[in-house]
Every structure is written in structure tokens, then in C-alpha cells.
């Protein structure tokens, strides 16, 4: 991918940014493969249309690890998903002598990307993956990208039927685990793809706390 320009945003070609990308190819799908080259191109996009000052190459890596803890070989049998992509991209970058708070920044970015109203408050990479995410799954911002880079994009990274695809994708990375989405927007996945799935729900657990009152 060396010194490949899309949408006026420069693909990150260090040795760390290939890397990660080999690990997305290995461990992910095309699928989120596509998706997660998106999410870096959108969320670039809005670094600069906001001139906002990030690191390119930590937003990269962060949006190459986001989704790889639903993969087999990343997720865990009991951590949520994105602790489970957070935590491998910290031990991915701690392999490359990364210092500590840089490690945190992109366990955040990757932990927190799932969490609206928290994520686009914190450091610009983890409010930027955020937003990335967002507007490839749900389309938050579609009315601030341009035509031609959303063509740009989708000509490089095809979305191929990506509404169909993307929820069992989801459910197949923590079916094994539902009670990990408690409280997150993840609860929805599994209330989708199980007929019989019960939410925790937060006021039961209040009242039925071991306290006396």
C-alpha cells in the first residue's frame, strides 16, 4: 500500500501501519478488512475538515485492531470485544518498544469505539475512530461527506451488501459470550439474533441487590 493516496488522505506506510495490516488481512475478513480501511479513511477526513491534530499512524493501527477481538483468534471467552481488540493492539504496539501512555491511547481509542457520548470527548484519535466507525456503520455524518470521496473510498474499500453482513459478524464474535454486552449497544446484536435472548436489565438489578434497602 506505499504511498497510496485516497480521498486526498495518505494510507500510513510505516513498519508498525503494515504490520497491522498484515494482522487485519491474517486474522480478519474482507469484510472487515474494507470496513476498517473506511473507518481510517472517514475519520481522517474529519480530522482534517475539523483541523483536528492526530497521529495518522496510531489512528491507523487503532482502526486495523477495532474489530479483530470478534475474530477467533483475538477474542476471549469472557471480555468484550473491543477489550479484546484493545488489548491486542497494545501488546502488538508494546512489541515495538511503544511508550505507555501511547499504549493507553490506543487501548481507549479501540475500547472505547462503541461508546457514544464518552468516545468523541476524549484525545482526537480515540474520538476519531469513533467517528469513523460510526459513519461507516450507521452512516453518522454521511451528509458531511463529499460525493466524490465517498466514491473515491468505495471504489477502494467496496462495501459489498455491508448492511447484510455486518450484524452476524458482530453476533459470530461474542454469541459465545453474550452476557459481555450488558450494557453496551452490542445488547441490540444479540436481542436481534436470538430469539430468546433476555437483556439484563439495570433497575432489576438495583432492586434485587443484596442490600437491605
Known amino acids: 500500500m506505499t504511498n497510496k493516496i485516497i480521498a486526498g488522505v495518505k494510507i500510513p506506510d510505516s513498519t508498525i501501519a503494515n504490520q497491522a495490516t498484515e494482522l487485519l488481512r491474517e ?15 472517514f475519520a481522517s477526513l474529519n480530522g482534517r475538515q475539523n483541523k483536528i491534530k492526530y497521529d495518522p499512524e496510531l489512528l491507523y493501527v487503532s482502526a486495523a485492531f477495532h474489530d479483530l477481538g470478534l475474530t477467533p483468534h483475538y477474542r476471549s471467552e469472557d471480555k468484550r470485544f473491543e477489550v479484546d481488540g484493545a488489548n491486542a493492539a497494545r501488546d502488538f504496539l508494546m512489541s515495538h518498544g511503544i511508550p505507555p501512555q501511547t499504549l493507553q491511547l490506543v487501548w ?5 469505539h462503541t461508546s457514544p457520548g464518552i468516545a468523541e470527548y476524549k484525545e482526537a484519535e480515540v474520538a476519531l475512530l469513533n467517528y469513523g466507525v460510526a459513519l461507516d456503520v450507521v452512516g453518522k455524518g454521511y451528509d458531511k461527506l463529499s460525493e466524490n470521496n465517498r466514491e473515491e473510498i468505495l471504489m477502494q474499500f467496496p462495501r459489498h451488501d455491508f448492511k447484510k ?31 430468546d435472548y433476555q437483556r ?9 441487590s443484596p442490600w437491605e434497602s
Not at 481507549?108 to 472505547?112: F, G, K, N, Q, S
Request: glycine share 4%; charged share 20%; hydrophobic share 40%.
Open 200 to 208: 439484563k436489565d439495570f433497575c432489576d438489578l438495583i432492586r434485587e
Open 27 to 41: 486474522h480478519g475478513s474482507e469484510l472487515l478488512y474494507n470496513h476498517s480501511l473506511r473507518t481510517f479513511l
Open 165 to 195: 453482513h455486518i450484524i452476524p459478524t458482530f453476533f459470530d464474535g461474542f454469541k459465545h459470550k453474550p452476557h459481555t454486552t450488558y450494557g453496551s449497544i452490542n445488547a441490540d446484536i444479540c436481542a436481534c439474533m436470538m430469539p
Open 108 to 112: 481507549d481509542a479501540i475500547a472505547l
